[in-house]
């Protein structure tokens, strides 16, 4: 009967079941039923067309996505009550045509070695942007969506061609992108790759860490760079927090198999210019250079991650640098913490740097790196010249200066209102200082900042003085808060060291879990703290056996579908819990992605109308249309027109669900009773009434904003009441247990 009639037939007999848009798909794809004749055998010829996927069901998700937000508020922990500005950014005009030859171009053309040549070849500064990445770390707690990244790709391609690099990716915006934004941060290097492709992307490794917070078998940072540079990516900033050369071969090794180019970053810190400050000297750092220069990196790089050198010291750390190693490439990474980073940079590039660190002016200073236009002006018409037009950086500076104001409730500027100098004595990173803050209030010390501050630097004494940078910045800054919530001065940790529960980051990193700091362990604290628990010795992650990809892939295809990737294999192994919650999160919502920064954080109003891309070509158009009141289940209806469709949605409103709970306060004065040591959620209770427990035995596990805390039992006997479950969540002091001797 021809197509025509065989579409009816279709119709007719599967217009009742739900499978019926799946198996028509499947109809309209079929080579056969396109391009010949078809009869009505075809249905029995072909069983593979009741091969069903699923439907995604994207719009029904995204309208209970929009409601639940509308309901309860954002789903992304917001650290400051700020709205997201009602202003869209305005894309400045992008010429029409391919982009102008990049660097990019020529690694492609020339590989790693080559470019690395041609860097070193090239006359005048050039500049990395740390735009895409570091900048909204250090500013916008790294919330910077996908969805505004890409509206601005195709100028940067088009008019900052001879940029050195733009670093996108790696560092914390991998997990950031899963946890707090719900979307794929493979996703996003795929996205860009395609927006921008002369500049080469640049991204942070942190050693043996990869993009973890931990050491990983050896094969999953081999695994890892290789999925990262078929995704695009192209120069891989390899670093350790404690400057532990194994940890940081390992990683060099893995990105330079991987076809990437490698550039090895000495983490600074103290002062090379200071005589009083020689723990990390001139001479220090001249050997640590000499080890990577041997291990074959491509470029050398400083990365001053609190933003502590000063000009005298940049020009003397960089010109030892460059007399000893005049042919390697020299790239030095800061902050502007201080305010100084504008000054330090030209230092640094008088003193033969190749490339410095830049963001946007309107994403640059205080805990941001220097400004692009600052350095760009003051570079004109001099040797240092950067060749990039001052009023495309203009252009480029107004769109993020609005884009910003999109993330307003995670902007540093709500609690911060200047650059600080006293980095330079309590040295917190850049990139961290934000989230420490916001970290802060959540566990109720908002009003301490100041005490956190200075905490942290007897915290980074108390642990011997260490290099600080992810994940070492963490372990100093979970102990800092630690202290300022305990009310605990230097000298009262180092006496009750063997009686305090410590954050699980000290513990392991006393242990030796991310490798052995300059000068080695703090003596006798590290004792008191461990006991008898186990140290390792040497690199860690050559003690673990090799991840089983085969074994985790089919675990994931078990749980989620046949839809898995190489990629998502690859974040369940950097990250499992957060990839498990990632994937739970999208089947529920959907491809929230798609939505603009506004909706995503604060969800429509009423009344208004939108649009939403979905892919190339299907759009929605939606209008919020009501509230309705809370019925007896605690749930609320939120109506919308859904392509001029009348749809509604059910939510839970979790506020006026949620019962008064009154948890009590443990007692100091009644000896056996434990309390919470911080805010935070109950991760697991390691005992039951009834059990035998040692003084130091762990008790429960705690967790706050990447801060895990284990409790421990104060005393030795047997556990009397049991006052918490997995998943509470508890106020400081809250009484967790009893015990009776």
């Given amino acids: 009967g021809g197509p025509e009639n065989f579409i009816q037939i279709c119709v007719h007999n599967f217009l009742s079941y739900v ?30 067309l009741f091969n069903l996927k699923p439907t995604q069901n994207r719009a029904q998700k995204l309208l209970h996505y929009l409601g639940h937000v509308m309901v309860n508020g ?60 570091d900048a909204h770390q250090s500013l916008l707690a790294t919330r910077v969506r996908t969805h505004d990244l890409k509206k601005i790709s195709p100028f940067v391609s088009h008019n900052f061609s001879n940029l050195y690099s733009l670093e996108n990716w790696g560092g914390a915006t991998f997990d950031v992108a899963m946890r707090f934004l719900s979307e794929c941060p493979w996703k996003r290097l795929q996205e860009l790759r395609a ?29 890892f760079c290789e999925v990262a540079k078929e995704n695009g990516m192209d120069i891989f900033r390899v ?17 330079g198999s991987a076809g990437g180019v490698v550039e090895a970053a000495i983490s600074y810190t103290g002062d090379v210019s200071d005589p009083m400050r020689q723990k990390y000297s001139l001479d220090y750092y001249l050997q640590l250079a000499d080890e990577l220069v041997k291990a074959g990196t491509h470029i050398l790089c400083i990365k001053d991650m609190a933003g502590l050198l000063k000009p005298e010291a940049s020009k003397l750390l960089v010109g030892a640098l460059r007399d000893r190693f005049p042919d390697v490439p020299i790239h030095v990474h800061t902050h502007d913490t201080a305010g100084a980073g504008v000054a330090a940079m030209l230092a640094c590039a008088e003193a033969g740097a190749d490339v410095v660190d830049v963001a946007v002016d309107s994403m640059a200073g205080m805990t941001s790196q220097p400004s692009m236009g600052a350095i760009v002006a003051c570079a004109k018409g001099t040797k240092l010249d950067t060749g990039i037009a001052l009023e495309k950086v203009f252009d480029y500076s107004e769109y993020w200066e609005v884009a910003r104001g999109l993330y307003a409730p ?15 004595e309590n040295e917190i990173p850049g990139g961290q200082y934000t989230n420490l803050h916001f970290q802060a209030h959540s566990m109720g010390l908002g009003n301490k900042f100041k005490e956190v501050k200075k905490a942290y630097a007897e915290a980074n004494k108390l642990l011997g003085d260490l290099i600080k940078v992810t994940p070492s910045s963490k372990i100093v800054g979970d102990l800092a808060q630690f202290m300022v919530q305990n009310d605990l001065s230097r000298a009262e940790v180092e006496e009750r060291a063997d009686e305090l529960s410590f954050p699980l980051s000290v513990v392991e990193f006393l242990q030796g879990y991310i490798g052995i700091p300059h000068g080695g362990f703090p003596e006798p604290l590290r004792s008191k703290v461990l006991k008898s628990l186990p140290r390792i010795e040497g690199r860690p992650g050559a003690s673990l056996p090799p991840m089983d990809f085969k074994a985790l892939e089919d675990g994931l295809r078990a749980t989620h579908g046949d839809e898995i990737t190489p990629e998502d294999v690859m974040s369940a192994a950097m990250y499992p819990k957060v990839f498990q919650e990632f994937k ?39 209008k919020a249309l009501a509230l309705g009141d809370l019925n ?36 100091k004065s009644i000896k056996g009773q434990v309390g919470a040591p911080m805010p935070g959620k109950v ?28 409790v421990n039992s104060p005393m030795a006997g047997t556990v009397k009441a049991v006052y918490v479950t997995a998943d509470a969540s508890l106020e400081g002091d809250d009484l967790i247990l009893e015990i009776e001797e």
């Fill in 632 to 667: 007896k289940a605690g749930q609320r209806e939120v109506f919308f027109e859904l392509n001029g469709q009348l749809r509604s949605v059910l939510v839970k409103d979790t506020v006026a669900m949620k019962e008064m709970k009154f948890h009590p306060k443990a007692q």
């Fill in 239 to 255: 670093f350790d927090s404690l400057n532990y050369v194994p940890n940081m071969l390992l990683g060099m090794e893995a990105a």
């Fill in 584 to 622: 739970e999160f999208t089947a529920n919502f959907g491809p929230v992605d798609c939505l603009s920064t506004r909706l995503f954080l604060d969800g429509p109003k009423i009344a208004e109308e939108f649009e939403v891309e979905l892919e190339r070509g299907k759009i929605l158009h939606i």
């Fill in 683 to 710: 991760l697991e209770v390691k005992v039951e009434v009834g059990s035998k427990v040692e003084k130091g035995q762990p008790l429960c596990v705690l967790s706050a904003m990447k801060m895990e805390t284990v």
């Fill in 19 to 48: 499978t019926n848009i799946p198996f028509l798909q499947n109809v309209f794809s079929n080579h056969q039923f396109l391009y010949s004749t078809v009869d009505t055998q075809f249905i029995d010829e072909n069983p593979d």
């Fill in 410 to 424: 995670f902007d540093c500027t709500a609690t911060m209102k200047s650059g600080n100098a006293d980095v330079y």
């Fill in 74 to 133: 954002p789903t992304t922990p917001i650290p400051v009550k700020a709205k997201p500005s009602s202003i869209d950014p305005v894309i400045p005009p992008v010429t029409m045509g391919d982009p102008p030859v990049g660097f990019r171009d020529v690694l492609l053309r020339d590989g790693p070695e080559g470019f690395a040549k041609a860097v070193r070849n090239h006359q005048g500064l050039l500049l990395m942007d740390t735009t895409f990445r």
């Fill in 195 to 223: 927006l921008i492709p002369n500049v080469p992307f640049q991204m942070l490794l942190r050693g043996a860490n990869a993009v973890g917070y931990t050491n990983y078998p050896d094969n999953a940072v081999f695994k």
